[in-house]
């Protein structure tokens, strides 16, 4: 990334906006005035450079960079503590999958980062299309930025599966960064402008590579996919990726062993089946250094979960990218959205508005997350010998108390620091012959104010 910044760096208790510039490399290869892809472009022998300009939030914890002009785009989230990058990143991008009627332009080229896709599903119409950019709010404080466009164009060539014509919805994403939150906050807003109900599709794209080097960010083969779920289906295409799991009938398999990026034997999607079910985040750890990131959601408004990846061996057989590029690259991808699948559409009514707000947390020292909000996620189990935490706070200034009770017995009571480097962790002991089969966590701030809640039985 170049830096070009023009703002100094954020004080401790402050947060900033800049401008930068980034550079990234893609193959040589043409497209038409609606994008479609010119027959005879493409050479793989000729790199070619392209510098955008970007907007950088920075607080204390996080170093954001939003990319406005290429799809609109979250492209990194470097988490300081660590220094390491949460998001996927493509060092050289590469046209793929021309002519075979699976893209909306027919042909696609994978960037990275977070990014919002609609009208339709396979990443949309709108990833290379510019977006506006607006600051909302900048105070040191709070940076609240969005970045909007509407649909109203078309491809007249898009395979028949896709939506005709445009749809006119008009798409804002809002970006905000708080000074004391170690977590980015985001919400998508979308209006139907006509006087009918349209059909559409919305899905957040997320390709994500927690823990990485930010000059090379990549899944890794530590990664886990981290979703409240319990089981998957995939299309026909994609069967073979439930070959190592356990059926449960009726096109469903057990999410045991595809939750972990090594056991993907190749490309496919997993959907999660039937949905959410209530769960309110997901995301990936990666465990060679327990570190992750996470959406947190409501997940009533996205009930869709779809998850890829290439498959194992694009981490195990990476190529130099810019001397033999190629579309496989090690990153896993999760989409929230409006519908369960792909192709299935939801209904915008008309004059209506739909409204799907997020909060992207890194998190350190977990191995797993059990619950989140926007304050904390935690990882709770308890058996026979003892009660075992592991949390994260998004405000790792404010203190805390944390509290762990059986029944009417206080297992651990006290006031706690929030570690933004490595995390935390409590163990306590469960007395015997207590009462209860229930270990209830509650941590408030030092004032009282609950910030999470939440039960574990005892196994």
């Known amino acids: 990334m170049n830096a070009a910044v023009h703002a100094a760096s954020p004080l401790s208790d402050s947060v900033s906006l800049s401008e930068s510039t980034i550079s990234w490399s893609t193959v040589k290869y043409a497209t038409s005035a609606e994008n479609g892809f010119v027959s005879g472009s493409l050479d793989k022998t000729a790199i070619v450079d392209r510098t955008f300009k970007t907007y950088v939030l920075e607080n204390r914890y996080l170093k954001v960079t939003l990319l406005p002009e290429f799809g609109g785009r979250i492209l990194s989230i470097i988490y300081k503590p660590t220094g390491h990058e949460q998001l996927y990143r493509n060092e050289v991008g590469l046209p793929y999958g021309m002519k075979a009627g699976v893209f909306y332009y027919d042909w696609l080229m994978v960037y990275g980062g977070i990014f919002p896709t609609f009208p339709d599903p396979e990443h949309g119409r709108t990833w290379l299309k510019p977006w506006d950019f607006k600051v909302v709010k900048e105070s040191a404080g709070e940076v609240t930025v969005s970045m909007s466009l509407r649909d109203d164009f078309a491809y007249s060539a898009a395979p028949a599966q896709f939506l005709k014509g445009s749809t006119g919805i008009e798409a804002t994403y809002h970006v905000t960064l708080k000074a004391d939150r170690a977590a980015?906050?985001?919400?998508?807003?979308?209006?139907?402008?006509?006087?009918?109900?349209?059909?559409?599709?919305?899905?957040?794209?997320?390709?994500?590579?927690?823990?990485?080097d930010p000059k090379s960010p990549k899944t890794t083969g530590g990664a886990e996919i981290i979703a409240p779920i319990e089981a998957y289906s995939t299309p026909g295409w994609s069967a073979n990726l439930s070959e190592g799991d356990e059926s449960l009938g009726q096109g469903k398999s057990r999410f045991e062993k595809l939750r972990y990026f090594k056991n993907w034997p190749t490309m496919g999607i997993a959907y999660a089946a039937p949905d959410m079910q209530g769960g309110n985040f997901w995301g990936v750890i990666n465990h060679d250094n327990e570190e992750g990131i996470i959406r947190i959601a409501d997940n009533t408004v996205t009930p869709g979960l779809?998850?890829?990846?290439?498959?194992?061996q694009s981490f195990t057989?990476?190529?130099?990218?810019?001397?033999?590029?190629?579309?496989?690259?090690?990153?896993?991808?999760l989409w929230a959205g409006v519908s369960d699948q792909f192709?299935?559409?939801?209904?915008?009514p008309a004059r209506g508005e739909v409204s799907?707000?997020?909060?992207?947390?890194?998190?350190?020292?977990?191995?797993?997350?059990?619950?989140?909000?926007?304050?904390?996620?935690?990882n709770l189990s308890a058996a026979a010998s003892g009660v075992n935490l592991q949390f994260f706070s998004i405000e790792p200034a404010t203190p805390l108390r944390v509290t762990l009770k059986r029944?009417?017995?206080?297992?651990?009571?006290?006031?706690?620091?929030?570690?933004p480097k490595n995390g935390n962790r409590i163990s306590a002991t469960i007395p015997a012959g207590g009462s209860?089969?229930?270990?209830r966590l509650t941590i408030t701030t030092a004032e009282g104010k609950e910030l999470i809640?939440?039960?574990?039985?005892?196994k």
């Open 343 to 348: 192709f299935h559409r939801a209904q915008l």
């Open 317 to 333: 057989n990476e190529t130099d990218a810019r001397k033999d590029p190629n579309e496989a690259r090690p990153y896993v991808e």
């Open 184 to 212: 980015l906050d985001a919400r998508v807003v979308l209006k139907n402008p006509h006087d009918r109900t349209i059909d559409y599709e919305y899905w957040t794209c997320t390709t994500l590579a927690p823990g990485s």
């Open 436 to 439: 209860g089969e229930q270990v």
């Open 407 to 419: 029944g009417d017995a206080i297992l651990f009571n006290d006031a706690v620091k929030a570690d």
């Open 453 to 458: 809640a939440a039960e574990t039985k005892v």
């Open 306 to 312: 779809k998850m890829w990846t290439w498959g194992y």
């Open 356 to 378: 799907v707000t997020e909060t992207y947390s890194p998190i350190v020292g977990m191995s797993n997350v059990t619950d989140a909000n926007e304050n904390i996620l935690i």
